[in-house]
């Protein structure tokens, strides 16, 4: 299985995400989000930013992670392609976001959305769809 | 979803759901629309989305879905619902995180015959002129304490120093500025995410375009609203941009470990709402009435661009023609307002959440400009780009029927990958060139996926709202330029 899978919406992005362990996960969601607004690269300093956040549980955590990066990466006109966590839990987390100034998107992802959005167990794999507002 | 064995039809376009359907549902959820528009929604998780609607607290009457209902999340689009200003809630979820998208009309008196020669050069003004697609900034570069002048005022603000007349207010909506916003409820990231995106118009389904009246259905109302069979007009469509997304964002992140507290269980996060009463509830309000006072701001100075690269395009050919181009009007509908309704034979003050949905009230009401109040206030319903666009009056029946609220647009019926694998952008474009529309898109794959082939038959969701009462029918538009972000 793919890490990132596209699934039909009608009018938004759903994506299906799967990793071998929770932070995988969450690294996993990040590169399917970068991936699918489409970065045109503005050039090659990598840049980190520091993300720290508390949620009531993991699925609000994924929530909350993903739409931290999304702000960082609006304000400042950067995405992100990778993820470093310095600790991650149920209910938290502290992680450098690591990426790259960008000259534009090809594709507006306006808002990470908890509609669908519930992490599962199966055999080894962590598995969660994400619906994102385009 | 399939239909639900419990779906019975009230009329040729209304269907409802009733209360027995679901334990947790406390009203029935009604969806306007026809066999056929019925049967595409089967497709998707639209009708489960309104399901979940009926189970809020203080929902009054109905969940409703108007014909160009389509899956979102939370609310589908095309949802409508309103709760008790008294005991109900008010929901980020249901307004969505494009507060106070909208649509804009201005009216021209000039023909198209008159700028065909110069339609492209216009095209390529406006599109110089209105910064559009993902990220783009514009030329206007706010402070934070201007930003705040943005979202306490709106487009009153933009008047006052000069920028358009005291007129654009009266033909808009709330007057371009609602009431209630407070700009120390909105956080500084969101406010950071706006600061240049003033006079922008955004990527996805935001466009502006040139239109000509194709059709006058409805002469009373369209000599009301100045409309004229053969003239044109300009649509803007367009939101509140980034500051609007992580307003959402921001309010969802906060009521969802709230929401025990206040004994509401929701069938879905996205939903997350709080008591209209509790100090998160009026927070929330407050905030979004200044992202909607942006998003005012911003179509207002978008209008001004467009007025601007009118005058500078066609002036030097049309000497001595009227170049001026008012407002119409303009309505949200991605939005929650306080509003009164007649609820079993009482007045009753209701939080009215419209989430792809226009407000369409009646003749009558105080909150339509004296102008059009003895009419019904416009409703403007932007089709695609390759088909039609309509202008409607509200009536006394969609007051009874539906808070006054129509439909906001066609409707997709296709999934933006689903459209480009059915259509390619650049014979798109050649398509619609072929048909004397200019279009002016960076993107391929932008116009691919606003295909109208994307989208419901607007003539056919228009017909279901003028057929069910909601609004009527007064012009039809067509598009002859087309401006938009990728």
Redesign the interface.
């Known amino acids: 299985m793919p890490p990132v899978e596209?699934l039909?919406?009608?009018?938004?992005?759903r994506i299906r995400v799967s990793a071998a362990s929770i932070a995988e996960l969450f690294a996993e969601a990040l590169r399917g989000m970068t991936n699918a607004?489409g970065p045109v690269w503005a050039g090659e300093n990598e840049i980190s930013r520091e993300v720290s956040v508390s949620?009531?549980d993991r699925?609000?955590l994924l929530?909350?992670f993903l739409?931290e990066a999304l702000?960082w990466g609006?304000?400042n006109?950067e995405a992100y392609t990778n993820v470093v966590f310095e600790e991650i839990s149920d209910t938290s987390l502290r992680a450098r976001l690591i990426g790259r100034p960008i000259k534009?998107?090809?594709?507006?992802i306006?808002?990470?959305?908890?509609?669908?959005?519930e992490i599962k167990r199966s055999a080894s794999r962590w598995t969660t769809n994400i619906?994102f507002?385009? | 979803m399939p239909l639900p064995a419990s779906i019975r039809k009230i009329s040729d376009e209304i269907w409802e759901i009733p209360r027995s359907h679901r334990a947790d549902m406390r009203v029935p959820a009604r969806i306007y629309a026809d066999e056929v528009l019925l049967k595409e929604i089967e497709n998707d998780r639209s009708i489960e989305q309104l399901i979940n609607v009926a189970t809020l607290p203080g929902i009054q009457k109905y969940a409703l879905a108007m014909p160009d209902m389509h899956e979102g999340y939370g609310f589908p689009i095309g949802g409508v619902a309103a709760f008790s200003a008294e005991d109900g809630i008010i929901s980020p979820g249901g307004v969505g995180y494009d507060i106070n998208c909208g649509v804009r009309l201005l009216r021209s008196s000039l023909v198209e015959g008159d700028v065909r020669l110069h339609l492209p050069a216009l095209a390529n003004q406006i599109f110089r002129d209105v910064p559009s697609g993902v990220g783009r900034g514009g030329r206007t570069k706010l402070s934070v304490s201007e930003m705040d002048q943005v979202l306490l005022r709106g487009a009153q603000l933009m008047v006052e120093r000069g920028s358009g007349s005291q007129n654009d207010l009266d033909h808009s909506e709330e007057s371009s500025s609602m009431p209630g916003a407070d700009p120390s409820a909105v956080s500084d990231h969101a406010k950071k995410r706006g600061l240049d995106q003033l006079g922008t118009l955004g990527s996805g389904n935001h466009f502006l375009e040139i239109q000509v009246i194709d059709e006058i259905f409805d002469s009373a109302a369209a000599s009301s609203f100045g409309l004229k069979q053969g003239c044109l007009a300009v649509a803007i469509h367009c939101g509140s941009r980034g500051i609007g997304h992580q307003i959402a964002t921001d309010y969802i992140r906060l009521m969802i470990p709230k929401l025990a507290g206040w004994g509401i269980a929701l069938p879905d996060r996205e939903l997350a709402c709080a008591p209209i009463g509790s100090p998160e509830g009026q927070k929330y309000y407050s905030a979004m009435a200044a992202a909607a006072n942006f998003a005012w701001c911003n179509r207002h100075m978008i209008m001004e661009a467009v007025r601007a690269a009118w005058r500078r395009i066609l002036e030097p050919a049309l000497k001595n023609a009227d170049l001026t181009l008012p407002l119409v009007y303009d309505v949200a509908h991605n939005v929650a307002k306080r509003e009164t309704h007649v609820i079993d034979g009482r007045s009753v003050e209701v939080v009215m959440h419209r989430k792809g949905a226009t407000r369409a009230f009646g003749p009558g009401r105080p909150e339509i400009p004296d102008a059009y109040r003895q009419i019904g206030q416009p409703v403007l319903i932007p089709g695609t780009m390759g088909t039609a666009s309509y202008v409607l009056a509200g009536t006394e029946q969609g007051m009874e029927q539906a808070f006054g609220t129509s439909c906001h647009g066609a409707g997709r019926r296709m999934s933006r990958a689903a459209a480009k694998r059915t259509v390619s952008g650049p014979e798109l474009r050649q398509k619609l060139e072929s048909q004397g529309i200019v279009i002016r898109c960076d993107s391929a794959r932008g116009l691919a996926e606003e295909a109208p082939e994307a989208y419901k038959d607007v003539d056919r969701v228009v017909r279901i709202v003028d057929r069910a009462g909601l609004a009527r029918k007064v012009a039809r538009l067509k598009p002859i330029a087309v401006i938009k972000g990728g």
């Open positions: 596209m039909t919406h009608t009018a938004d992005l607004s949620s009531p699925n609000a929530v909350d739409s702000r609006d304000t006109n534009g998107l090809a594709l507006e306006k808002a990470v959305t908890h509609h669908e959005l619906i507002d385009i």
